[in-house]
């Protein structure tokens, strides 16, 4: 009994105390694609302190696809040394050097999804070497995976990080093809619940439409993931980045941005650096968003705070301007549970308009507000 007992203990488990929040950082993916190397990821470094997003709560600097070239006699994984001169170890202290975290990327299949050697039948000794680098974080991608079955692939990581001993941040990129909201809780800290993220409105307003059953799943320590950010990176307006980027904070989403961080326009980096609605989705309650009303082109969500406040993102996804009337009596109330409403009264709380950083002046609680096509409102009851 004491043996099954000890043994349960010390059987595999995810490192616990990581992404009790949503992580924050930046991957390669999103703006350079398969064109990374050291000389970039020192510059992102470097930009992600000096633009003051590492203040803002951006920490980890995710290499994605591409780093790697071969394995070696021993099955060691090569790294491209044209594009890595000084190894990857050299680059994690440089990241640890500036107050960040070192993200690397692998796959679990074969090969990865550019067509680089996989970790497939090398996940222990994968594990080995990213923890003898230094990483932090290891985004796991689904490729090339023929009949594995997802579950028990991904807890062979876990393990294999586990048994590696540095505590690595999980985050599983499946594409929610096996539901992994199911049975992800346990195995890594975020995973990905939808294919891959373009730079278009109608795309991020897609994946948006996917994620409204999904709320349920996430918590403190592991979370939905909607996809990297594509903020900055050009195929929207500020206006349309700065509805993705409220959306994402509102799904309690990890937020990776993925734009060039040396070509940053004041505007974006206003977006990415608007503290006030990182600290809703930073929130230590915990709780994803949910969509409170639907009515096609016009919705509001609602995601509960801690201390019994509350935030509310008005969206605009029509392709006109609306006028809204928006009562704070009946969004002060609202509750995820259909049967029952809460009991909060407005005459308890402010309401702050979060991108205008203004309190707003009710007479009635009832006003009505002008929006812009594509746009958001976004509200923070905050307690007298
Ligand atoms: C998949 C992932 C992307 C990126 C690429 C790299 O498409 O979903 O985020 O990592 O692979 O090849």
């Not at 990581?157 to 809780?185: F, M, N, Q, T």
């Not at 996430?218 to 980045?241: F, I, K, Q, R």
Request: one cysteine or more.
């Amino acid at each position: 009994m004491i043996a099954v007992f000890l043994y349960l203990n010390t059987s595999a488990q995810k490192f616990d105390q990581l992404a009790k929040t949503p992580p924050m950082g930046w991957n390669s993916w999103n703006k350079f694609g398969c064109n990374v190397s050291e000389k970039l990821l020192v510059q992102m470094a470097d930009n992600m302190v000096s633009s003051g997003m590492l203040n803002a709560g951006y920490q980890y600097i995710v290499i994605d696809d591409c780093w790697q070239v071969g394995r070696d006699s021993t099955g060691e994984i090569v790294v491209d040394k044209d594009r890595f001169p000084h190894g990857m170890k050299y680059l994690a202290d440089y990241i640890h050097s500036k107050g960040l975290k070192f993200g690397i990327y692998s796959c679990a299949g074969t090969k990865t999804c550019a067509g680089r050697p996989g970790g497939f039948g090398h996940e222990y000794q994968d594990a080995r070497t990213y923890a003898g680098w230094g990483v932090d974080y290891l985004k796991y991608d689904w490729c090339n995976t023929s009949t594995q079955d997802a579950k028990s692939t991904y807890a062979n990581v876990r393990d294999a990080l586990h048994a590696a001993g540095r505590p690595i941040l999980l985050s599983i990129c499946e594409g929610g093809i096996s539901k992994p909201w199911e049975w992800a809780k346990e195995v890594g800290h975020l995973w990905r619940t939808t294919p891959d993220i373009k730079d278009r409105w109608d795309a991020m307003i897609a994946i948006l439409d996917k994620q409204k059953d999904l709320a349920a799943y996430a918590g403190p320590g592991y979370w939905n993931d909607p996809d990297m950010l594509e903020v900055g990176n050009g195929g929207m307006t500020s206006e349309e980045y700065k509805t993705h980027f409220s959306l994402w904070c509102m799904l309690a989403a990890p937020l990776i941005a993925g734009n060039d961080l040396m070509d940053m326009s004041p505007e974006i980096a206003e977006i990415l650096k608007n503290r006030e609605v990182i600290a809703l989705d930073q929130d230590t309650l915990g709780k994803q968003g949910y969509c409170f009303r639907d009515n096609g082109d016009y919705e509001i969500w609602i995601k509960k705070l801690a201390n019994n406040e509350k935030a509310v993102c008005l969206l605009n996804h029509s392709d006109e301007e609306k006028e809204v009337q928006v009562d704070f009596n009946v969004l002060i109330k609202s509750s995820d549970d259909y049967w029952s409403q809460d009991t909060y009264k407005l005459a308890d709380y402010k309401v702050r308009d979060l991108w205008e950083h203004k309190e707003m002046k009710l007479d009635k609680g009832s006003i009505s507000i002008k929006m812009p096509h594509h746009s958001v409102k976004v509200f923070r009851f905050i307690k007298k």
